[in-house]
Each structure stands twice: as C-alpha cells, then as structure tokens.
C-alpha cells in the first residue's frame, strides 16, 4: 500500500511542477475531459484528494446521487479564484492518502488520465510509472464503466500492449502503448490515432 501512495505522489508533484509553467490562457483550455477546462481537471483532483469515505457519501446526498453534479460541485468548491490559488491547494495535497471509497488502484487511475486529461491537449510530454500505467490498465479492463472503469469497451477487443506484459480477451486484435489503451478504454478516444489492429475499427 505505501508503494502505491509513493507512485501517486510522485505523479502529483510531477503534474504540479508541469502547471506551475503554464499560462493563465493555459489553464482554460480545454481538457479531455468534455466540459472541463485544465483549471477544472486540476481542481478536481485538489477535491479527490481530499475526500474521504464518509465525504463522498455526504457530497452525493448534496448532489441528489447524481454522479456528475457532484464532481461539478467538488470542481466549483476546490477551484481557486485564480490558477495560482488552485496550484496552492494542488501542491498542499500531494502528500495525502485519503480518497473516495474505491480500491487503491483506482488512485493510480486518477492520477495517469487526468495528467493525460491536461497534459495531451497541451502537448506536454511526461514519462509516467510504468507500475501506475500498467496497474491501471489492468484496473481500468476489469471494471465496469458503472464504476467508472473500462471493462464494457475492453471485452469487445484483444488489448495487447507493445510497451508491457499485458494482453486481455481474445476479441479483434489492438496493439499499441499500455498508455493509449488505457486512455482508449477510459473514453479518451483521442489516443486512437495510437493503436493499430483490426479491434481499432471496433473501438471506433
């Protein structure tokens, strides 16, 4: 367990490091995340970190258990007036080791596609765990989309990635980088243009 919160604080200070060179024009431009600017990705992994079993449950009471209007809602409480503001609270969470009511893995997950969220559109370049892609890949490929995972687009195709020890399924072939299937299966199908195979045609 501390081995997965050391990876997930490493990739934290490396995503702060990354926003404190952006612009202020920067920060609102869009993520991969439909809706949401860099600032809004930024601030929602400010409130995850944050959150705590008993908040979570709190916050969906709040949103009506309506999953997006309460990630809206920890968006508007945890963006700062000014990308600085929200930087500061970023930088202050980087060492904690709360989160929502999920298994552990999935913090790996936030951690690699948001980054990507903000990082792709932007066109910044950063080498990630190869131990927090891989993880949460796998993570990603045996949990249901319900759950916030991929597994409902994972078992349409074979996923074999070219840069891990990692195969699934036995559907229509797609090859390419353990980080563009994950980006792909998660619902980022910007990282198509990655992939290669037959299972390509499907994912599309």
């Known amino acids: ?14 995503l702060v490091e990354d926003l404190s060179r952006l612009t202020d024009a920067q920060w609102e431009h869009p993520s991969l995340c439909a809706g949401w600017s860099v600032h809004d990705v930024a601030a929602h992994l400010v409130n995850n970190a944050l959150a705590t079993p008993v908040g979570v449950v709190r916050a969906m009471v ?15 409480r945890q963006r700062g007036a000014t990308p600085g503001e929200t930087l500061e609270r970023l930088d ?6 709360s989160g929502p009511p999920a298994p552990l893995d999935s ?19 950063h080498e ?3 131990e927090a892609v891989l993880r949460s890949l796998r993570y990603q490929a045996r949990t249901p ?38 980006m792909v299966i ?3 199908t910007v990282a198509l243009e990655d992939l290669h195979g037959p299972g390509v045609a ?3």
């Open 145 to 182: 989309r319900a759950l916030g995972g991929g597994k409902d687009v994972a078992r349409q195709v074979g996923l074999h990635a070219t840069d891990a020890d990692v195969s699934t399924s036995d559907g229509p072939e797609v090859t390419g980088p353990a980080l563009s299937l994950l």
């Open 128 to 130: 990630y765990s190869p």
């Open 202 to 204: 499907v994912l599309r």
């Open 92 to 97: 202050r969470v980087v060492g904690r080791t």
């Open 1 to 14: 367990m501390s081995d997965t919160w050391s990876i997930v604080h490493a990739e934290r200070r490396a």
């Open 186 to 188: 998660s619902g980022r």
């Open 107 to 125: 913090r790996l997950v936030e951690e690699v596609l948001h980054g990507e969220d903000i990082r792709r559109p932007l066109g910044i370049q």
């Open 62 to 76: 709040r949103a009506g258990f309506d999953f997006d209007r309460q990630n809206d809602q920890g968006v508007r």
